[in-house]
């Protein structure tokens, strides 16, 4: 997760440089205040931001709040990033994608929407998976399905980037966590150093407390660049 | 990513044709053409009868009605990229190592097709009724006849919207197109305001265009024209489509 230079939108200053380095295979879980420049920070990742590089591979990016072609239904959405409908629902049963295989783009539900474009980032194997708040408007049979797909995910499958707004989140299905503040990276490794040890509650109440320590500057902890 | 990658997604682009001309509002522009060609046909009975009259009526408006059925054709064409280029689907269909390029070509191509077969349901419907009301075939077999050239010009509009599409933003681009549409028309009324009030006098020739035959050296010269300008714009186009498509700001 390397920014050279400075990520600007409308004139503004949205991340300044930094580097973060995860192990491969890792899900990273990216936290931040509503403004931290998370969602600016995957759209640069992605190469899709005006005077973004291109990256040198296919990324699979779901952005935050999906649209698709209104006049399309989820096959022929399917079809339009060069996947068959039918390979794509049996990959991902926990998604329940068939519930929404004949329903056109412009009349799906944000979480229906959301479902299909998390699937179609997945699919693509490559080598950085962008999910920027995946989880919000998902129903919880499908938030339990995204779970299991990110946790079965092995050290060969790239790494996989989470933005959300939820420590808990973080919690259930990321191995690594990087903080932001102010479009700069103000944490980054594993969850377990921020959450210690005990019961599921405990450990995400610490993890809660070392966020919000950092956000406040109470407790800086440096990434590397 | 290998040419054949790049078709991939052609199915669904095709649909991008089916929006064009499948949906139930895009029934309404070729129903109210072939209404009005058949209500052409028919009123043309009663202001100027016999055959010579229909193909003139026909040779006369067919021009001004292509020209506006290519102008709706470059504010589609514009208005598609507009509204495609930031959307969330588009970024997530770049970032995945989608082309832009065949997008964009399949816009145009979609755009191109969808305009010709506006024009053409009217100006076939008043062939076919002219031949019906009056037994003149000559204007039907006029309409036939000029349908590649329309396409051309049709296509050449698309084009044209494609290359403004991508090298302007937002609606500022559609403002810009019409601007530089206009700007001919403008400048000829200029020239001929001054010309009439010319001491010296003299006759004023405003657009004397020959009637075109297919396949004269006149028809072959605007084919050639067509086809050039439309491929500089489609090239325009298809060269600057990554500074826009699946770009957001």
């Known amino acids: 997760m390397i920014v050279h230079g400075e990520i600007r939108r409308a004139g503004r200053v949205v991340v300044t440089a930094g580097a973060v380095d995860a192990p491969a295979g890792a899900v990273v879980g990216l936290i931040g205040i509503n403004g931290a420049g998370k969602s600016s920070l995957m759209l640069h990742l992605a190469g899709v931001l005006r005077n973004a590089p291109a990256p040198a591979y296919p990324v699979g990016f779901a952005p935050q709040r999906p649209t698709f072609p209104a006049w399309l239904d989820a096959a022929g959405i399917s079809r339009l990033f060069g996947f068959e409908f039918s390979t794509l629902s049996a990959r991902y049963p926990g998604l329940l994608l068939n519930e929404i295989e004949h329903l056109r783009g412009g009349v799906m539900s944000v979480g229906q929407t959301q479902t299909l474009s998390i699937a179609l980032a997945l699919a693509l194997d490559s080598p950085v998976i962008l999910l920027d708040e995946p989880f919000a408007p998902l129903d919880f049979r499908r938030r339990i399905g995204l779970q299991r797909i990110l946790a079965a995910r092995g050290p060969d499958a790239g790494m996989a980037i989470v933005s959300s707004q939820s420590a808990a989140e973080v919690m259930d299905v990321c191995s690594w966590i990087v903080v932001m503040n102010g479009g700069r990276y103000v944490y980054a490794g594993p969850v377990a150093d921020l959450a210690g040890s005990g019961a599921a509650d405990e450990q995400r109440q610490r993890l809660e407390r070392g966020i919000l320590e950092l956000l406040t500057g109470c407790r800086a902890q440096p990434a590397s660049g | 990513m290998t040419p054949f990658a790049a078709l991939r997604p052609a199915p669904a682009y095709a649909a991008l044709l089916v929006r064009e001309l499948g949906a ?27 055959s010579g ?16 059925v290519a102008l709706l054709a470059v504010l589609r064409t514009i208005d598609r990229i507009v509204v ?5 689907w588009m970024l997530q269909h770049v970032a995945a190592g989608m082309s832009r390029m065949t997008y964009v070509a399949a816009l145009v191509i979609c755009v191109t097709i969808g305009a010709l077969m506006l024009y053409a349901a009217g100006a076939l419907a008043f062939g076919v009724a002219t031949q019906l009301l009056t037994g003149d075939t000559q204007p039907l077999a006029t309409a036939a006849a000029r349908l590649p050239l329309y396409l051309l010009m049709v296509l050449g509009a698309s084009a044209f919207g494609a290359a403004i599409g991508v090298i302007t933003r937002g609606r500022s681009a559609i403002h810009i197109a019409l601007l530089l549409i206009a700007a001919p028309w403008i400048g000829m009324w200029a020239a001929v305001v001054l010309r009439e009030n010319n001491p010296l006098g003299g006759p004023i020739r405003l657009l004397s265009y020959p009637p075109p035959r297919l396949f004269s050296a006149y028809t072959l010269a605007h084919v050639s024209y067509a086809l050039l300008y439309a491929g500089v714009m489609l090239g325009i186009a298809l060269s600057l489509a990554h500074t826009r498509i699946g770009r957001r700001s």
Do not use: K
Not at chain 2, 25 to 39: E, F, S
Not at chain 2, 60 to 65: H, T, V, Y
């Open chain 2, 24 to 50: 139930p509002r895009q029934y309404v522009g070729p129903a109210v053409a072939i209404a009005a060609g058949v209500a052409a046909a028919w009123l043309a009975t009663f202001v100027q009868p016999g």
């Open chain 2, 84 to 88: 495609d280029a930031e959307a969330d």
């Open chain 2, 53 to 68: 009259g229909m193909a003139t009526i026909l040779t006369r408006f067919d021009i001004s009605i292509s020209s506006v």
